[in-house]
């Protein structure tokens, strides 16, 4: 069965990047699912950030883009997250997820606290 | 830009059905959006519950079911319980190449 970790700093000063990596076990990254960021404010909604696919062919929501790159190492199974430029808004619940092409059968991983304080 | 909608807020007795809608600010649900739903409780991570419309997810009770009424998505809770209080959140597949977008959310009160 398929599980996600997510790792990576909890605390990110303003105008630095964030930087996570999630861990997947149980199957191989190279198989056909797409891999996502999706973050949470706390509080607040689900947001999707993008996906990757094992190819490293990538996929970003338009108000990010600017911002944030997703890769993907298949050596370590593994595929991570960078978020520049980030502000006190960028503070959330960050998780990672598996889905299936052209569907949301999204399996989580348990998420991650990142905040961006001083 | 186009906002995926969803009611804010909704309560159901127990045993009661409730539905629960996702919409669009601009045009139509279709199953071409790929409508999915999901479960949270405070503190957890999501629980998928339905995908492509109306398919449960292993595990998810049949008394949880996914449609498309009239120009909107819809989760339908029937039989409601306690442990059935949590917010709900559907996501939709929005264009060509891959781009999804999170409504708001429902908090689902049992009372």
Same mark, same amino acid.
């Given at each position: 069965?398929?599980?996600?970790?997510?790792?990576?700093p909890g605390l990110v000063k303003p105008s630095e990047t964030l930087s996570l990596t999630c861990t997947v076990s149980g199957y191989s990254i190279s198989g056909?699912?797409?891999?996502?960021?999706? /973050?949470?404010?706390?509080?607040?909604?689900?947001?999707?950030? %993008?996906?990757?696919?094992?190819?490293?062919?990538?996929?970003?929501?338009?108000?990010?883009?600017? /911002?944030?790159?997703?890769?993907?190492?298949?050596?370590?199974?593994?595929?991570?997250?960078?978020?520049?430029?980030?502000?006190?808004?960028?503070?959330?619940?960050?998780?990672?997820? /598996?889905?299936?092409?052209?569907? %949301?059968?999204?399996?989580? %991983?348990? %998420?991650?606290?990142?905040?961006?304080?001083? | 830009?186009?906002?995926?909608?969803?009611?804010? *807020?909704?309560?159901?007795?127990?045993?009661?059905?409730?539905?629960?809608? !996702?919409?669009?600010?601009?045009? *139509?649900? *279709?199953?071409?959006?790929?409508?999915?739903?999901?479960?949270?409780?405070?503190?957890?991570?999501?629980?998928?519950?339905?995908?492509?419309?109306?398919?449960?997810?292993?595990?998810?009770?049949d008394r949880f079911s996914g449609s498309i009424l009239g120009n909107k998505a819809a989760l339908t809770i029937t039989g409601a319980q306690a442990d059935d209080?949590?917010?709900?959140? !559907?996501?939709?597949?929005? $264009?060509?190449?891959?781009?999804?977008?999170? $409504? $708001?959310?429902?908090?689902?009160?049992?009372?």
């Open positions: 069965q398929v599980q996600l970790q997510e790792s990576g056909d699912y797409y891999w996502a960021w999706i /973050r949470q404010p706390p509080g607040k909604g689900l947001e999707w950030i %993008g996906s990757i696919y094992h190819s490293g062919s990538t996929y970003y929501s338009p108000s990010l883009e600017s /911002r944030v790159t997703i890769s993907v190492d298949t050596s370590k199974n593994q595929f991570s997250l960078k978020l520049n430029s980030v502000t006190a808004a960028d503070t959330a619940i960050y998780y990672c997820a /598996r889905n299936p092409s052209s569907s %949301g059968n999204y399996v989580w %991983g348990q %998420g991650t606290l990142v905040t961006v304080s001083p | 830009q186009t906002v995926v909608t969803q009611e804010p *807020s909704f309560s159901v007795s127990p045993g009661g059905t409730v539905t629960l809608t !996702c919409g669009l600010t601009s045009g *139509s649900v *279709s199953s071409n959006h790929y409508p999915s739903w999901y479960q949270q409780t405070p503190g957890q991570a999501p629980r998928t519950l339905i995908y492509r419309t109306n398919t449960r997810s292993s595990g998810v009770p209080e949590s917010n709900y959140y !559907c996501v939709l597949h929005m $264009g060509s190449g891959i781009y999804w977008v999170f $409504g $708001g959310g429902t908090k689902l009160t049992v009372l």
